[in-house]
């Protein structure tokens, strides 16, 4: 327990602080075990106990007196705007006053200070506003705090609500003298819940291994509860090629139908960036194309179409016309356990019209979610054929006497695979390269000396996706340390500094994010930061000066991972550490867009090799092939394959 308790109080030390409950979770305390390592680490001079309400241990460090801000000047922002304001918070608030608004990060900065310089100091005045530009951007003010205080210090009365870039927030900014753009953008008026579309111009046509995945999905919308599960590498068009299918299935219908009822696709994906995306893409094609069937395009996800009563109308014309329903699997889930009124009749005409289901990212389709929502369809006895779409048609291991079984159950859910053997082969990744669809990874490593352990537990026991999750919520944790964070910001700061780097940086914590961004900004290389707590107008601006050039390393954590393309990524630094191969593939593909796609010939993925101490989880992708192929094929190794493994492994 002793040495336990070691390694538990060097990761305070590391990350600043550890709640009781982290604690718990990584180590696999009970409570008894939890006292006895409470009593060990109280004993730690240079810990002392967390806040109430969190528990845990704080890192207890030296109060120093703040540095003169001639000897301690922060970095420099190529934007005006940014500039003016770190100048202004330098003017209005005191020291302390900039270390309580930046909270956890004032610790994890002066951590990489002392390791960089060797000087342990806290941050000067400039040092801290700077930091607090690049944790909060524009959106600064959104902190209820921040506006409090800079009001108080301005006798201004801040407004009580933030509405970015209405009248209330430009006076505001204007009053306590910040330039405008500190008063955010405003959020764009929210799109209409549904769409009616037809076609007009022609689009640009499918390449021939789309295809030959289109005629194939074809015969499968052609049959009765017809299943199948479509593969294309990332970047390679799954959405696109699904949605032109559907239009040419629908429309064929229409021009031919002999019965009143319609038809209606369900496309369900389980993050709303993902429905929008899927929208967006609906609406292109439509509106890109002519002679084809019109169409009713619903938006029912999150805070769209939510009151069944008002559009029910609108929703009862799926009987009358061809419709898509673009949902995230928790709103049908709420119909079917009639939350809203109405949900019933609602949820009645879903199972009856609905002729095909799409189910996005669909290795998550054997999750209890998805499998009530198609049992549902199974129980009425609905025909509605089933097609998923994903990169990565395999699970996880569940047991280690059956490391395929996640991926078997997908195979019994979906029967058929579709993937374009005829126009690429066995090898559709590397051909796709080869015809410059798909960008050539070319590998690359940080050595680090992280020691990286999941969490205890038995040797038989099966691993559920909750359990994937909490070994890789252990190991970010570990990962979240300063040594590793310099290693690489060594590697990192001649990649970025070179004329035509575009970096995306996949950081194991929010932290860890926000740090690594201030760091480079430190060293003079443009970068931003994006989170979950990113508003959606916020990170997509931010996007667009990735893409354009103003931001050269775009650091972010868990929000990057799907729907999000920034052609022409040079280089994706992997500083996340994961057993999930799905998740690793997703993070990767991001930077694997070809030039005839609009991307770059070559990507640098840049893996951490970690001190990892584990023989299971064993990583699964290099068996996923025995379940879907046959032996004959699944015997032919891909060079890719064995490289990520190893990777992964590591």
Not at 70 to 81: C, K, N, Q, V
Not at 276 to 295: D, I, M, N, R
Not at 333 to 358: C, F, H, Q, S, Y
Request: proline content about 6%; glycine content about 6%.
């Amino acid at each position: 327990m002793r040495t336990k308790a070691q390694e538990i109080a060097k990761t305070i030390i590391e990350r600043g602080h550890l709640s009781k409950a982290e604690i718990q979770r990584i180590w696999g305390l009970s409570e008894e075990e939890y006292a006895e390592i409470q009593t060990e680490l109280s004993a730690v001079k240079v810990l002392q106990p967390g806040p109430r309400g969190r528990g845990g241990f704080e890192a207890r460090y030296a109060k120093r007196p703040q540095p003169s801000e001639e000897t301690a000047a922060g970095p420099t922002f190529e934007h005006e705007w940014q500039n003016r304001g770190l100048e202004r918070l330098v003017e209005l608030l005191s020291h302390a006053e900039l270390e309580e608004l930046l909270g956890d990060l004032v610790y994890t900065v002066r951590r990489a200070r002392q390791k960089l310089t060797g000087e342990d100091r806290r941050g000067s005045k400039r040092e801290l506003a700077a930091a607090l530009i690049v944790q909060h951007g524009i959106d600064l003010f959104c902190d209820t705090r921040a506006r409090k205080l800079v009001g108080k210090k301005c006798r201004v009365v801040p407004p009580r609500r933030w509405h970015p870039g209405k009248t209330a927030a430009l006076e505001f900014v204007a009053a306590v003298g910040f330039p405008a753009e500190y008063a955010g953008v405003p959020t764009p008026e929210t799109p209409p819940d549904y769409e009616y579309l037809e076609g007009r111009l022609e689009l640009k046509p499918l390449q021939d291994f789309q295809r030959e995945v289109q005629a194939e999905m074809r015969e499968v919308l052609d049959q009765p509860r017809g299943r199948a599960i479509v593969t294309l590498p990332t970047g390679a068009g799954k959405t696109r090629v699904a949605v032109d299918t559907i239009r040419d299935w629908l429309t064929a219908w229409y021009d031919g139908r002999h019965d009143s009822e319609s038809r209606t696709v369900l496309w369900l994906a389980h993050t709303e960036e993902l429905c929008e995306q899927a929208f967006t893409c609906f609406k292109q094609v439509w509106e890109g194309s002519s002679g084809v069937c019109p169409l009713m395009l619903f938006r029912f996800w999150g805070k769209y179409t939510q009151d069944l009563v008002n559009h029910r109308d609108s929703l009862a014309s799926i009987r009358q016309r061809p419709a898509v329903l673009v949902s995230t699997p928790q709103r049908i889930l709420n119909l079917i356990k009639g939350v809203a009124p109405r949900a019933d009749e609602v949820l009645r005409d879903i199972l009856e019209l609905t002729a095909l289901v799409i189910v996005d990212e669909a290795h998550r389709a054997a999750a209890p979610t998805y499998r009530t929502i198609l049992d549902r369809f199974r129980e009425v006895g609905s025909p509605a054929a089933v097609v998923g779409l994903t990169a990565t048609p395999f699970r996880a291991e569940y047991s280690q006497a059956d490391p395929t079984a996640g991926t078997a159950e997908l195979q019994r859910l979906f029967k058929r695979i579709i993937e374009p053997r005829r126009t690429l082969g066995d090898d559709p990744r590397s051909e796709l390269q080869a015809r410059g669809y798909l960008a050539r990874p070319i590998w690359d490593s940080i050595k680090t000396e992280t020691l990286l352990r999941p969490p205890p537990f038995s040797d038989t026991e099966t691993l559920t996706d909750d359990q994937i999750e909490r070994i890789d919520f252990a190991l970010k944790i570990r990962a979240d340390n300063t040594s590793r964070r310099l290693a690489i910001l060594e590697k990192l700061l001649p990649i970025a500094r070179k004329p035509d780097s575009k970096v995306l940086y996949f950081g194991p914590t929010v932290l860890d994010a926000e740090c690594m961004a201030f760091l480079l900004r430190q060293h003079g290389v443009p970068s931003a930061f994006v989170s979950g707590n990113t508003r959606d107008v916020t990170r997509r601006r931010i996007v667009e000066e990735f893409k354009n050039g103003d931001v050269k390393v775009l650091c972010n954590c868990e929000v990057l991972t799907t729907g999000f393309d920034a052609p022409m990524v040079t280089h994706v630094v992997m500083a996340r550490p994961t057993v999930s191969q799905v998740l690793y593939e997703q993070m990767v593909g991001r930077g694997l867009r070809g030039p005839k796609f609009g991307g770059t010939e070559h990507c640098v993925i840049i893996d951490c090799e970690d001190n990892y101490r584990a023989e299971r989880p064993v990583l699964g992708y290099k068996r996923f092939r025995e379940v879907w192929m046959p032996k004959q094929r699944a015997t032919r190794q891909r060079v890719d394959e064995h490289s990520q493994l190893t990777l992964l492994h590591s």
